[in-house]
């Protein structure tokens, strides 16, 4: 079936710094979604992408839709402390069916 | 408006036995889908309903089972259960069908931890 590979798995963070993570998978997707849950949270819906080759910002995130449609990265700019969670990608493909990522894990370093 | 709303947030069972969930979607969504989460797995989607109709299933033994009610209240069951059924279940709720565009609100789920 269709997979979405995430990367990384986690990855530590000092505030201040650029955080880059993606999503890939050998099927094609129509829609890329990323989400984002908090501890004890569900996860909310940070960016959404529906056009190949499509760029979409929301504050200090950047998404881009691959134009292969068959990736997607999220940048996170200038991290603070509350970007800690998990990010989770997303994609629809034909059929409607939506596959979630295995998802990264955000952590402060201390 | 209020959000998704899961209960029980918590629950422990064991070995054998069966359970219920249950989810009240945003007023006016009309789509439920239900999610498991287990650490590095991600979201393994269970099934989606829509108007009373389950318009989507996932890759889950005939144990899960859901079903949703004409208020778009939804309910899911698991029968016999087993320890790898321990796990974060999230319901999400659109304003259509939610696996169409695949934005989904969220509850906080419910914690299952089978003993």
């Known amino acids: 079936g269709q997979q979405l590979n995430q990367s990384p798995q986690s990855m530590f963070i000092q505030e201040g710094e650029d955080v880059s993570m993606n999503c890939t998978s050998s099927?094609?997707?129509?829609?890329w979604l990323w989400y984002k849950q908090d501890p004890g949270e569900g996860p909310v819906l940070l960016i959404a992408?529906?056009?190949?080759?499509e760029l979409t910002s929301n504050g200090r995130l950047t998404a881009q839709f691959g134009i292969t449609r068959k990736d997607s990265f999220l940048n996170i700019s200038a991290s603070i402390p509350s970007d800690v969670g998990i990010y989770f990608c997303a994609g629809l493909a034909l059929g409607n069916k939506l596959v979630f990522g295995a998802g990264t894990i955000l952590r402060v370093k201390s | 408006k209020a959000g998704v709303t899961q209960t029980p947030r918590y629950l422990i069972k064991t070995r054998g036995q069966q359970v219920t969930l249950s989810c009240s979607p945003i007023s006016g969504h009309r789509s439920v889908s239900w999610y498991q989460q287990t650490p590095g797995q991600g979201l393994q989607f269970l099934f989606e309903y829509f108007s009373e109709t389950q318009r989507n299933k996932g890759n889950f033994p005939g144990r899960f089972s859901g079903r949703q009610f004409s208020n778009s209240r939804s309910e899911m069951n698991v029968s016999t259960l087993e320890l790898g059924d321990s796990a974060l279940y999230l319901c999400?709720?659109?304003?259509?069908?939610?696996?169409?565009?695949?934005?989904?609100?969220f509850g906080e789920g419910s914690r299952l931890t089978v003993l």
């Open positions: 992408l529906y056009k190949a080759g």
């Open positions: 999400a709720s659109s304003l259509l069908t939610g696996t169409n565009t695949g934005e989904l609100f």
């Open positions: 099927s094609i997707f129509n829609t």
